[in-house]
């Protein structure tokens, strides 16, 4: 590879490289960026750098152990798609986009902290009462063989 030349955009300097089949490249937010020619490199920098200015305020829920957090979607990081995220709590954090978020109004945050509190002690109802009745084929094989061998009104062989 050899460098060809510098591309500026919002006074961030990219060094250019151009490898032996034609193909443009330079570092951006940590990734390798690539495309066939300079004008489309140039354009794949303008947008991540538009994304970066880009100013967005999208309040949601998630569920998170039984609670619902409350968090801001800010923008979307550059270089993993995450979503940029501030919560009630003032930190900053990156969320995976394809996790389940709610849009839930205010009026309706009571109604959905009481589903959410009944669903949570449903579950963890069903999970003791499942604990006492749940087994492995593991752990009942002896059995299962026991009760396979004599309806078949065969000894039971291990084979």
Request: positive net charge; glycine residues 6%; aromatic residues 10%.
């Amino acid at each position: 590879m050899a460098k060809v030349t510098t591309i500026e955009i919002d006074g961030a300097k990219y060094p250019v490289d151009c490898n032996e089949n034609g193909q443009f490249g330079t570092y951006a937010e940590g990734d390798w960026l690539k495309a066939p020619s300079l004008d489309l490199l140039k354009k794949k920098l303008l947008a991540i750098s538009k994304r970066k200015r880009a100013h967005i305020k999208i309040p949601f829920y998630r569920e998170n152990d039984g609670k619902l957090l409350r968090g801001v979607i800010t923008g979307i990081h550059a270089r993993t798609n995450n979503f940029l995220v501030v919560w009630d709590t003032g930190k900053k954090d990156q969320e995976n986009y394809w996790q389940d978020y709610y849009a839930i109004d205010d009026k309706e945050l009571p109604e959905a902290n009481r589903l959410l509190t009944a669903a949570t002690a449903a579950t963890a109802a069903w999970n003791t009462f499942t604990s006492k009745h749940k087994f492995t084929s593991k752990h009942k094989m002896e059995d299962i063989r026991q009760q396979v061998a004599k309806a078949a009104g065969v000894e039971d062989v291990d084979l």
